[in-house]
């Protein structure tokens, strides 16, 4: 399907102002539920973490990836091979990060 017109434009800004948050971060937090990452959140993480930003994995879902991966390796690799599973222990990292400036 080819978007065109006003949707393609509305489509473009949301991309431009996601990427410009994501250069203006400290740290990003990518939600990795369901059994595969959304692709989009894969894409940020990824970005994030080629622009030097701490990426923070949070995953609630009991769902895993395969039988041997929580998330795809290259995701948990962007994430600095730790997965958090709950908004707590996500809490403490960001209480470390500030304490660390």
Same mark, same amino acid.
């Given at each position: 399907? @080819? @978007? !065109? %017109?006003?949707?393609?434009? @509305?489509? !473009?800004? *949301?991309? +431009?102002?996601?990427?410009?948050? #994501?250069?203006?971060?400290? /740290?990003?937090?990518? /939600?990795?539920? %369901? =059994?595969?990452?959304?692709? %989009? =959140?894969?894409?940020?993480? $990824?970005?994030?973490?080629? #622009? %030097?930003?701490?990426? @923070?994995?949070?995953? +609630?879902?009991?769902?895993?990836?395969? $039988?041997? +991966?929580?998330?795809?390796?290259?995701? +948990?690799?962007?994430?600095?091979?730790?997965?958090? *599973?709950?908004? &707590?222990?996500? $809490?403490?990292?960001?209480?470390?990060? &500030?304490?660390?400036?």
């Amino acid at each position: 399907m @080819i @978007i !065109k %017109g006003k949707g393609k434009r @509305i489509r !473009k800004a *949301h991309f +431009e102002k996601d990427m410009k948050l #994501l250069k203006q971060a400290d /740290v990003i937090i990518a /939600v990795l539920n %369901g =059994t595969d990452v959304d692709s %989009g =959140t894969a894409v940020e993480a $990824s970005v994030a973490y080629s #622009l %030097g930003k701490k990426v @923070i994995g949070l995953r +609630e879902d009991f769902r895993k990836y395969s $039988s041997l +991966e929580e998330v795809n390796l290259m995701v +948990e690799g962007v994430c600095g091979w730790r997965i958090l *599973h709950n908004i &707590k222990q996500v $809490s403490a990292v960001l209480a470390e990060l &500030k304490g660390v400036r």
